[in-house]
């Protein structure tokens, strides 16, 4: 994996703050974790889950999803029940157990783009390089600052109840570069979401910069875990199969 430079500034936890100030809590339930196939803690890094199916090899590597969670919860119970549907798709699953998560910040970032990732790189038959960045709530505010920063560093996003909002840019005037272009973009939100608007509005003018959006508004929902329904579901994995499908 090729080295990382810093990726964002302190500040950008302010950004990320008021994006999601308005973030209903996610409710937590007691429900058993799964077992990840290696665990980790880099000493400059965040620690780490990692789900990966024995069927991947260093000759046919599955390529990597980073968890990024919301204000609150680590997302653990979320997202990964979702691990072995995607090692199906040929995917690994990469989470960090955080006891107080009390959202993004720049340090977050390179912590995980310097410490953890590079790391995680090294396990055989895993691909690292440019991972899929899903993330919900602050987690998908998270997911789109990197983009912005360091669009070849990564796939594609997906991100639950989040919004088109980003400390250089918004719904009106996305990053316009050919880099970030190439990056494909799954939302999924609630058309009682506080974002959904704004998304209406991105649809139009992020397709017309030349990004490559996909927005879902689900009836009925509001600023929640989408990836709940199995529709949803079945969106996210139809979307990733594209991405195997890409080179």
């Not at 910069?209 to 600023?223: F, S, T």
């Not at 994995?237 to 499908?245: D, M, N």
Request: charged share 20%.
């Amino acid at each position: 994996m090729k080295p990382r430079r810093a990726l964002l500034p302190a500040l950008i936890a302010v950004a990320l703050t008021t994006a999601c100030a308005s973030a209903d809590p996610v409710s937590r339930r007691p429900v058993e974790l799964a077992t990840p196939t290696r665990t980790g803690a880099p000493a400059n890094g965040l620690p780490y889950r990692l789900f990966v199916s024995g069927q991947a090899s260093p000759e046919h590597p599955h390529r990597l999803v980073v968890w990024l969670h919301p204000t609150g919860t680590d997302g653990l119970t979320l997202v990964e029940p979702l691990a072995d549907a995607l090692s199906a798709q040929g995917f690994a699953l990469l989470t960090f157990p955080r006891e107080h998560a009390a959202g993004w910040s720049g340090a977050d970032a390179n912590r995980m783009m310097l410490g953890t990732l590079p790391e995680v790189a090294r396990v055989p038959g895993v691909d690292a390089e440019r991972p899929v960045l899903l993330g919900f709530s602050a987690g998908a505010q998270m997911a789109l600052e990197l983009w912005a920063a360091r669009p070849e560093a990564f796939r594609a996003l997906v991100l639950v109840a989040g919004a088109p909002r980003l400390s250089r840019g918004d719904e009106h005037t996305p990053p316009r570069t050919s880099a970030h272009a190439r990056v494909p973009i799954l939302s999924l939100i609630g058309e009682a979401d506080g974002s959904a608007p704004l998304w209406r509005t991105a649809r139009e003018a992020w397709r017309t910069a030349g990004l490559r959006l996909d927005v879902r508004e689900l009836p009925g929902q509001g600023h929640t875990w989408l990836l709940a329904l199995p529709s949803e579901q079945t969106a996210l994995f139809q979307f990733l199969a594209e991405l195997s499908r890409a080179p």
